[in-house]
């Protein structure tokens, strides 16, 4: 039986948390994704949590890249820079969660994709959104829990807020995956413009969550 995303191809620049659950989600309903990593040990979620005598990946990196083929490429190179444009040229969709500015700096962009390929869908992923006061700042899990006040309701009476375990504040993969799924199938049938730029806002997610409010992450 084929699958939903079958066909389709992912070119995979996420690492850590947010996006590997993004593009995973792809890749268990049939998208092929291929996921770029960094020399020279790749995905540092690899090694995490890991001790000097054992070689094995990570429970919490296998938890978020099965389906995935991996590949090593060096983007501050050239020789780099050209097997990733290579490979951008056939996707379906683009997925990033690198720091504010980096996809740019490597010639990666959206700007830069959208003419080296025209029809992929640019997913990414930035820890305060794309625009704001702090849009420039990297977030991983304990700044997202503590900006959004998740914190402010965790720990024990009296005592300090801590941090909740569950990682639901920077970890946008599975609201992500759903419009760059989408639109990647719609791709193949109509014209999509600039509605192919899925940016979801972690925190504004979260706060908008909280008051009880919609939200949404493509446009």
């Not at 699958?3 to 268990?28: K, N, Y």
Request: aromatic share 6%; proline share 8%; hydrophobic share 35%.
């Amino acid at each position: 039986m084929s699958q939903a995303l079958e066909g389709i191809r992912v070119i995979d620049f996420t690492h850590d948390q947010a996006g590997p659950s993004c593009t995973q989600m792809l890749a268990w309903l049939g998208a092929d994704v291929i996921k770029i990593e960094r020399p020279p040990h790749g995905d540092r979620a690899r090694r995490l949590w890991a001790t000097p005598d054992d070689p094995a990946d990570s429970y919490f990196f296998l938890l978020l890249n099965s389906n995935k083929r991996s590949i090593v490429v060096d983007l501050k190179t050239v020789e780099g820079k050209d097997i990733a444009r290579r490979l951008v040229r056939e996707a379906d969709v683009v997925a990033e969660n690198l720091g504010p500015g980096v996809m740019e700096r490597l010639g990666l962009g959206y700007e830069a994709v959208k003419v080296l390929n025209p029809r992929a869908v640019y997913a990414s992923v930035k820890g305060f959104g794309s625009y704001g006061p702090y849009s420039a700042y990297k977030c991983f899990e304990p700044v997202a829990q503590a900006t959004s006040g998740a914190m402010s309701v965790t720990g024990e009476a009296g005592g300090p807020p801590l941090l909740n375990g569950s990682g639901p504040e920077s970890d946008p993969g599975q609201v992500h995956a759903d419009p760059a799924g989408r639109q990647a199938a719609r791709a193949h049938r109509q014209p999509l413009g600039d509605r192919r730029l899925c940016r979801p806002d972690p925190l504004r997610r979260r706060r908008l969550e909280r008051r009880g409010l919609p939200h949404h992450s493509a446009r």
